[in-house]
Each structure stands twice: as structure tokens, then as C-alpha cells.
């Protein structure tokens, strides 16, 4: 069964990705969190195919919390929603890990 964590403080926006997702693959668990806080707790503690995160969200910068689960999880993939300029923003996730 695919692994799947949905990290995004938009209810509307993790609804639509839960909806999408459960479409198209028959065999999924997916959970769900809105700080990075959570984000990186259940990365550390359970076990994902992939991690879905917004890049802007209530807690610690989001960065720190992509680079912390790297460390601990290397292996997962990690894929970053934004809605802000990709120039500013996406080099500095891409190197650590995204």
C-alpha cells in the first residue's frame, strides 16, 4: 500500500490532493498535518513512500523542517506546493533535498 503525507495548513488544499490521490491509486494510506511541527514527527516516527509539503506553513520555517527530515530520512521524496516565485524560492529546497 502506498504511503502517502499530505502537509499543507489549507484544509481545502489537502482535501483536494487527498481526492486527487485516492483517485488515482486504489491502494492508499494517506494522513495528514498542518504545521511543521507534525510534518516532521510523522516523518521521523512512521514510514512514507512520499511526503507531499506546502512551503509555507505555522511553525518552523519550512526549509529547516525539509532539511531535519533529510537527515533523519534521506530516502523519502519529498515534493514542495507553492505558490511563490519559483526563482526565489526553489533552489534552496532543491538542495536540500526536495
Avoid at 81 to 89: H, N, R
Amino acid at each position: 500500500m502506498l504511503r502517502i503525507f499530505i502537509a499543507d495548513n489549507h484544509a481545502v488544499v489537502r482535501r483536494g490532493l487527498r481526492l486527487i490521490l485516492q483517485d488515482e491509486y486504489s491502494a492508499v494510506y494517506i494522513d495528514e498535518g498542518m504545521t511543521t511541527e507534525t510534518l516532521i514527527s510523522k516523518a521521523k516516527n512512521e514510514p512514507w513512500d512520499i511526503i507531499i509539503m506546502d512551503i509555507s506553513m505555522p511553525g518552523r520555517s519550512t526549509l529547516e523542517a525539509l532539511q531535519e527530515i533529510k537527515l533523519v530520512t534521506p530516502s523519502i521524496p519529498v515534493l514542495i506546493l507553492s505558490g511563490f516565485p519559483e526563482k526565489q524560492y526553489a533552489i534552496p529546497f532543491l538542495k536540500s533535498g526536495a
